[in-house]
């Protein structure tokens, strides 16, 4: 058993939360997206000193009407949703509920207690953030060229960090402790930020054969720097180029993964079960045909 029955106002409200084709699923999307968006502005200015003793009591009243909107809109999730358990211990359901729960630790923890776990819990509610993502369908796209191009960024990385190596050695031989290159690992980290050309400035190389090899591993910087890019971006095109052009617009409750077939039962990212209407497959079909 997989799922549960559902009543009409449930099913209803499911395609709403989890389909984006409707008007009033659109609005919803929309609608969160203003909160989400409203709701990090304020987190990032109460951490402002000068608004934070001017408008706190503001912003704290603001927290909390935008704690009980994201909360009632958790649990109308886990009332519509047929699968329970699948979408509370999904990812997404993690973070619905990393949207809510700092605030109310906030509440039983004293303010006034000199813990760092205040600003943590405080700081924590920037996760709700992460929910923008869920209302991108482009997103999935994005994940599976990521996992399929893994393998190969990952030797690609390998041989970065052999250059790395290979420049911090030579540097510290070249250089040695008396110009800051005290060991290795520190000449490690002046490869780094030598080869991404970051250069913080605090350790450069003073003798001429020093900066040479500075100036190749520059070079050399901006030749590797554009290959994982290109690897993903030429990736990403071809995906493009082949996906479907009939799908429907229905998002998995257990993942949010979108772009689904009409007559998939399954998800095709995670496998859960989509307990699509069948008024949403007609749709697409009509869309298709029209």
Not at 179 to 201: D, E, K, R
Not at 229 to 244: G, H, V
Request: aromatic share 10%; with cysteine.
């Amino acid at each position: 058993m997989t799922g549960r029955e559902q009543s009409e106002l449930q099913k209803r409200v499911e395609v709403i939360i989890f389909g984006t084709t409707t008007p009033a699923g659109k609005a919803f999307d929309l609608a969160l997206l203003g909160l989400i968006l409203a709701s990090v502005v304020v987190v990032m200015l109460d951490s402002v000193l000068v608004y934070h003793n001017r408008y706190g009591a503001l912003f704290s009243d603001l927290e909390m009407a935008f704690t009980l909107a994201f909360t009632a809109e958790y649990l109308v999730r886990i009332w519509s949703v047929r699968n329970r358990p699948a979408y509370i211990t999904s990812f997404w359901g993690v973070v619905d509920l990393m949207a809510v729960l700092p605030t109310y630790i906030a509440l039983v923890i004293p303010e006034a207690a000199p813990l760092l776990i205040i600003r943590l819990i405080r700081v924590m509610r920037i996760f709700r953030v992460l929910r923008l993502l869920e209302l991108f369908a482009e997103l999935t796209e994005i994940l599976k060229v990521l996992r399929n191009t893994a393998r190969t960024i990952l030797v690609f990385f390998v041989l970065v960090m052999i250059v790395v190596v290979v420049f911090a050695c030579l540097i510290y031989v070249v250089e040695g402790p008396e110009h800051g290159f005290t060991s290795i690992p520190m000449s490690v980290y002046w490869a780094v930020v030598t080869i991404t050309t970051v250069g913080y400035g605090d350790l450069t190389p003073q003798t001429g054969l020093g900066k040479s090899i500075a100036a190749f591993g520059m070079l050399v910087g901006y030749s590797i720097l554009a290959v994982p890019t290109a690897i993903i971006t030429t990736k990403l095109w071809e995906r493009l180029n082949k996906r479907r052009l009939l799908y429907v617009n229905w998002n998995c409750p257990v993942c949010s993964g979108g772009e689904h077939a009409p007559d998939a039962e399954f998800c095709k990212h995670c496998g859960g079960e989509l307990d699509m209407p069948e008024s949403v497959r007609q749709a697409a079909l009509q869309q298709e045909n029209s």
